[in-house]
């Protein structure tokens, strides 16, 4: 993948056709995504697609829709974070060894956080110690092998 400016874009080989580009210009509504689509053996067009967010008072996205109304996203959660609080996401993550997190509201699970790569969160050894100020949310993806520990304080 790569950027130039506003326009994200990744090179591609279709089959009998060559060289084409897959490409996505970002604009303060949403993004046009241009993607190929091979119309015979060795030929191909390009195909628009507009996609519409809404984002809530952070910038965070919220809905997404392409430009026939199917829906593409909406965001799992309502909640509404409160200024200069202390939000952990973990995912994606295996402790080996004895950890300690620390957070006002601290979210474990496969996919708590959509800037992240999704994976389930694992403790394989030693004690994961979980101090949240507010609350400790564990979703689906989280698993604690055996002799390891989860301590939530």
Request: aromatic share 12%; proline share 3%; charged share 15%.
């Amino acid at each position: 993948m790569d950027y130039a400016g506003n326009i994200r874009y990744r090179w591609l080989n279709l089959h009998n056709v060559g060289d084409v580009c897959n490409f996505w210009y970002h604009f303060d509504d949403g993004y046009l995504a241009v993607m190929p689509a091979q119309t015979s053996p060795t030929a191909y067009h390009y195909i628009p697609s507009y996609h519409y967010q809404v984002r809530d008072h952070q910038g965070n996205i919220r809905v997404m829709v392409d430009e026939v109304g199917n829906l593409g996203y909406v965001a799992y959660s309502t909640e509404v974070q409160m200024p200069n609080e202390n939000n952990v996401y973990i995912q994606n993550q295996t402790f080996t060894s004895n950890a300690t997190i620390v957070g006002d509201n601290i979210y474990i699970g496969r996919d708590v956080d959509l800037t992240q790569q999704t994976g389930d969160v694992i403790v394989n050894n030693g004690t994961l110690n979980v101090q949240g100020n507010n609350k400790v949310v564990i979703k689906n993806g989280f698993k604690v092998n055996l002799g390891a520990n989860l301590k939530i304080n």
